[in-house]
């Protein structure tokens, strides 16, 4: 192996068959899945990289650590051990665990929206985050800097937060408008790219000018602080777990899908720094929806395999090789030509496919097409993310055109080796030289909420 990327830093000790299709059959089972990814069966699938949420291995430590979760309805050992593992990274006070990171956010985003009329001020809202928003009658804004879509442009923080445009939007809407800023660390739509710590401290400082609530939404926010210590001036000496907990200093809540950097399978947690009031308040809601709020949707042994995964989703070691692997697909591809969001982020590498396949529309997905065409070379599963997954504008109900047609293929963590992305980087080479034959899509059944995960469709003119 290559010295430039570092080799698992783990033995393999269990391992899952997994099953190989022939291009015949991946045709019937695309068809059969509405030619939609994610109605396909996982056993279906040779190479999953579908998502990085709650597809992760557990370590030995975990699997121990279950064993002794305390099943207690209400103020189990396993929430208090949980408890000082989350106030020890974020240094907040309050804490609620939740079952994954959406239960979190349609506990705590509603309970800033205090009338009609308000947003929320992203740098890019995730697709969860963004239906929370709307869901609690709020508007979602997103600002992020231009450079974020300059595919090509090298720049170390592209999921920075245009902070002239955070300002103007502030000063446009009326601060008394603004439910919060949700700082998206690393910012997932975006390709995975982090946000630097002068960026992060800075939102603070308009937030606070403001007064103005800042919420970390912390899914990656260990990637993210990995990626501050290799590029940011300043942080090369310090640890991971210090640079985490400055990020979370710039907040006063942190929401996380505890299903990423949190190294579970299933997840979240809620953490307020120190409002006592909206703790409380998150305490009355979190019981209809969740659960008890020292269970939060979580059974005990799951609060234990957390309090372990958070601290190995902080490991220097880990990190360095998560991000190699995905930086190793990554060169892969851009060394064949493919378009990708460069540099290469933290959980996945995005393929920008208005570039791969620009005789299809936004409205014809352009990255599901590629998507489909991955499946059906080499049974690989990834996913839209562009203007499908965007949706359409909740008041004119217009499709909405995202800036970025882009393909994710997302690497579970510690799931597959340097080969697997071998067998991927051949196949979206092979798919990339076949570009011309890639056909747009269009409805058969549109869902009206999050429409990505469970619409159906046709390739415009059939397959070939
Ligand atoms: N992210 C992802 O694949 C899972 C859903 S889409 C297949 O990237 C952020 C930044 C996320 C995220 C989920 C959530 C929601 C919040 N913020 O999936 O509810 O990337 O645990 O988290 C997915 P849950």
């Known amino acids: 192996m290559d010295k430039k990327y570092s080799a698992e830093p783990y033995r393999i000790k269990m391992v899952e068959p997994i099953k190989e299709t022939s291009r015949q059959e991946r045709e019937m089972l695309l068809k059969n899945a509405g030619y939609n990814p994610f109605s396909l ?8 990289l579908l998502t990085d949420s709650g597809t992760g291995a557990m370590s030995q430590e975990q699997w121990g650590a279950m064993m ?3 099943e207690a309805y209400a ?3 396993s929430f208090f051990k949980l408890e000082s593992v989350v106030r020890n990274i974020t240094g907040y006070q309050y804490f609620m665990p939740v079952h994954q990171g ?4 349609q506990v705590l985003l ?13 740098n890019i809202h995730f697709d969860t985050t963004r239906a929370h928003v709307e869901l609690a009658g709020a508007r979602a804004l997103d600002c992020v800097i231009e450079a974020c879509f300059d595919i090509d442009l090298d720049h170390p923080f592209k999921g920075n937060f245009d902070l002239d445009q955070l300002e103007r939007i502030i000063n446009s809407k009326g601060k008394e408008n603004i439910a919060g800023i949700i700082m998206t660390i690393t910012n997932n739509s975006a390709g995975g790219q982090p946000v630097s710590m002068e960026n992060l401290r800075a939102v603070k400082q308009i937030a606070n000018k403001y007064q103005i609530p800042t919420i970390i939404d912390g899914a990656r926010y260990a990637e993210n602080a990995f990626f501050i210590k290799q590029r940011e001036k300043g942080y090369e000496d310090k640890t991971i777990i210090d640079i985490a907990r400055e990020e ?3 907040a006063d809540i942190f929401l996380m899908s505890a299903k990423k950097d949190g190294l579970v399978n299933m997840g979240g947690i809620i953490a307020i720094k120190d409002n006592e009031e909206l703790f409380n308040k998150c305490k009355v809601t979190v019981i209809p929806y969740e659960g008890f709020p020292t269970y939060g949707g979580m059974n005990g042994r799951d609060m234990e395999a957390l309090s372990v995964g ?22 892969k591809l851009k060394a064949a030509g493919v378009p990708i969001q460069y540099p290469i982020g933290g959980h996945a590498v995005f393929v920008e496919c208005k570039r791969f396949a620009p005789h299809i529309p936004s409205y014809q997905f352009p990255a599901l097409s590629v998507t489909n065409a991955i499946y059906l070379e080499a049974g690989i599963r990834a996913v839209e993310i562009g203007s499908l997954l965007l949706g359409r504008d909740p008041d004119t109900h217009e499709n909405k055109v995202s800036e970025m047609e882009l393909m994710r293929l997302t690497i579970p963590r510690r799931v597959y080796t340097y080969k697997h992305m071998d067998v991927v980087a051949d196949a979206v080479i092979h798919v990339y030289q076949h570009r011309h034959e890639l056909k747009g899509y269009e409805f058969v059944y549109e869902s009206p909420i999050l429409r990505h995960f469970t619409s159906t469709f046709k390739p415009i003119g059939g397959l070939k």
């Open 41 to 48: 069966k996982s056993e279906d699938v040779y190479i999953d």
């Open 68 to 70: 002794v979760g305390d």
């Open 75 to 77: 103020g189990s050992r």
């Open 102 to 105: 959406r239960g979190a956010e």
């Open 110 to 122: 509603p309970q800033l929206v205090t009338k009609k009329g308000m947003y929320y001020i992203s």
């Open 248 to 250: 979370c200093s710039y």
């Open 310 to 331: 958070l601290m190995e989703g902080l490991d220097e070691r880990y990190l360095r090789h998560r991000t190699d692997q995905v930086r190793y697909l990554g060169d």
